[in-house]
């Protein structure tokens, strides 16, 4: 990264790994895939390294992998 690369204040691409995260293009936040909420990198603790997604809290993870069929649902 060098000076030129932006200031960082929009939105952030992220490359999510497991118990970590780079940052590909540099910004102060990154969008929750459930709800569209911005997620400052600072705050950022929940993601799919397998979707390459982010989850603004723990319930939003919870929603996005029943989404995706890795949980059961509440319909009978």
């Known amino acids: ?3 030129f690369d932006g200031s ?3 939105a952030a691409r992220i490359r ?3 118990a970590n995260f780079e940052v590909v ?3 102060s936040y990154v969008v929750c ?3 569209g909420k911005h997620i400052p990198l600072e705050e950022l603790r ?3 390294v ?3 997604e982010a989850y603004v809290d723990a319930h939003a ?3 996005a992998e029943k989404r995706v069929g890795a949980l059961p649902t509440d319909k009978s």
């Open 1 to 3: 990264m060098n000076i």
């Open 8 to 10: 960082g204040k929009g």
């Open 61 to 63: 993870s919870f929603e």
């Open 16 to 18: 999510y790994l497991d």
């Open 25 to 27: 293009t540099p910004g």
């Open 50 to 52: 397998a979707r390459q």
């Open 46 to 48: 929940y993601w799919s």
């Open 33 to 35: 895939a459930v709800t």
